[in-house]
């Protein structure tokens, strides 16, 4: 079965820090990675997603992520982060459906 | 890029009464939607595939009794939560595939059962 894993229920940093948000992730064949975002009350909004090609992606809003086969890792980064990124992202794979994350809480103070 | 909607956004609605979500996909055709449910601070959990012109396929644990799934037309698939209790509160999340893989999602709706 198809399936990712946030280790982290919640990530603080101070604006204009470099932001991780880790994604470990475990499927049979090549994966499909997507990292989304949902503010309060709101629906997904998409950021970036691995089909193949280059391991490092680039998103929406300034983040990209990092595809890494031999640690089955998918870390969603950005070099400064901004209050306004304060969010709960979520990392998932495809499967017929999209398999999501448990989210993680990200929160970025001024 | 494709637009997805759902209607409506939030509805409070009396314990045993019934409720219908729509989701449309505004700018594209799907020939099948999903149904996800998320409580507050919570992942989204799959509950149905809904597919045009046949059965939607429930996930296991989900009642498809209670949870009436109908995808009329190419473009809407309705979501009708029966005799609604306050433990069905939730928000709930429609997505429509697109092309690569992608997914594009509604905007949500909350549903609040007293």
């Known amino acids: 079965a198809q399936s990712v894993a946030q280790p982290e229920d919640q990530v603080n940093v101070a604006e204009g820090n470099p932001l991780t948000v880790k994604c470990t992730y475990s499927?049979?064949?090549?994966?499909?990675l997507f990292w989304y975002v949902q503010y309060p009350n709101r629906g997904l909004q998409f950021l970036l997603k691995?089909?193949?090609?280059?391991?490092l992606v680039k998103g929406s809003y300034g983040f990209e992520a990092e595809f890494n086969k031999s640690q089955t890792s998918f870390h969603l980064k950005k070099p400064s982060a901004l209050v306004s990124d304060s969010a709960l992202y979520f990392c998932?794979?495809?499967?017929?459906?999209?398999?999501f994350g448990k989210g993680t809480t990200l929160s970025v103070s001024s | 890029g494709a637009v997805v909607s759902q209607h409506p956004s939030w509805v409070i609605c009396k314990s045993g009464t019934s409720v219908k979500i729509e989701c449309r996909s505004l700018?594209?055709?799907?020939?099948?939607m999903f149904w996800y449910r998320q409580f507050p601070k919570q992942s989204l959990m799959l509950m149905a595939t809904?597919?045009?012109?046949?059965?939607?396929?429930?996930e296991q644990g989900v009642e498809k009794d209670k949870f009436l799934i109908n995808h009329a037309s190419l473009t809407l698939s309705t979501l009708t939560v029966t005799s609604a209790h306050p433990e069905d509160s939730s928000f709930y999340i429609c997505?429509?595939?697109?092309?690569?893989?992608?997914?594009?999602f509604g905007p949500g709706t909350r549903l609040t059962v007293l």
């Open positions: 997505s429509a595939p697109g092309q690569r893989e992608e997914q594009f």
């Open positions: 499927v049979s064949g090549n994966p499909y």
């Open positions: 691995y089909i193949t090609g280059d391991n």
């Open positions: 998932a794979v495809s499967g017929t459906a999209l398999i």
């Open positions: 700018d594209f055709q799907a020939t099948t």
């Open positions: 809904s597919n045009e012109g046949s059965k939607a396929t429930y």
